[in-house]
Nanobody, 129 residues
Framework: QVQLVESGGGLVQAGGSLRLSCAASGRTFSSFAMGWFRQAPGEEREFVAA????????AYAESVKGRFTISRDNAKNTVYLQINSLKPEDTAVYSCAAGRLNFESSYGNVFNRRAYEYWGQGTQVTVSS
């Protein structure tokens, strides 16, 4: 069992930055791939970024490439999402997720929210124009 708790969201002006954190409980954190997803009001939850167990491989949605950076610190059981150059359309609840995903053998699943087993409650990011 893995419990995930996000933090770092808030209200920010367009062009600003935020760093989201996701703290995981349990001793098996380093065995999981981690992902960030977001859900805007009235929209489906969408993939944002993912990172493999070691931090050596990452994946991003096209809409965030170059602006968002995912990283992890296995010693701290934490995954991060650095968000720069925020836009109003980035406004959403951001959730982290953990899944036993192999970037090499099942790369397509990295982008699929149904492939992740554990989810946090989410943190609100609101970007004003």
């Amino acid at each position: 069992q893995v419990q995930l708790v996000e933090s770092g969201g808030g209200l920010v002006q367009a062009g600003g930055s935020l760093r989201l954190s996701c703290a995981a409980s349990g001793r098996t954190f380093s065995s999981f791939a981690m992902g960030w997803f977001r859900q805007a009001p009235g929209e489906e939850r969408e993939f944002v970024a993912a990172i493999n167990w070691s931090g050596g491989r990452t994946a991003y949605a096209e809409s965030v490439k170059g602006r968002f950076t995912i990283s992890r610190d296995n010693a701290k059981n934490t995954v991060y999402l650095q968000i720069n150059s925020l836009k109003p359309e980035d406004t959403a609840v951001y959730s982290c997720a953990a899944g036993r995903l192999n970037f090499e053998s099942s790369y397509g699943n990295v982008f699929n929210r149904r492939a992740y087993e554990y989810w946090g409650q989410g943190t609100q990011v609101t970007v004003s124009s």
